[in-house]
């Protein structure tokens, strides 16, 4: 019976990725100027004001590449405040309250804030 471990081991590996898929994709971390949404790298994520209509995003090409969004893995769902959206490209982002996040290229390192108030349409993402 070698295929019951081998089925444990598989089921165990779809649990994980079940719960991984659904939790909170950011996290919050204290900056220079308070509390702010961080991605998995500790990057503080950001949201544009542009974004007007719920769950679009308005920030593709050019823009994409320099505020490049907060991709969700194929499987990530909703929960409470954090929904997926799909982008112009299909691709999935993640949105807080409905704001799609990005993170800035200009951000070198971990606690890094200066996309806040860039052209007056980029705002830190606070939790």
Known sequence: ???????????LAFSLAA???????????DTGIGQVLVDGKSMTLYTFDRDSTPGKSACNG???QNWPPLMAADGASASGDWSVITRDDGGKQWAYKGKPLYTW????????TTGEGFNNIWRVARP
Request: charged letters at 20%.
């Open 62 to 64: 050019p823009c994409a």
């Open 105 to 112: 290229m200009r951000d070198q390192k971990p606690g890094d």
């Open 19 to 29: 719960c991984a898929s659904s939790m909170a994709p950011a996290k919050s971390a």
């Open 1 to 11: 019976m070698k295929t019951a471990p081998i089925l444990a081991a598989a089921m």
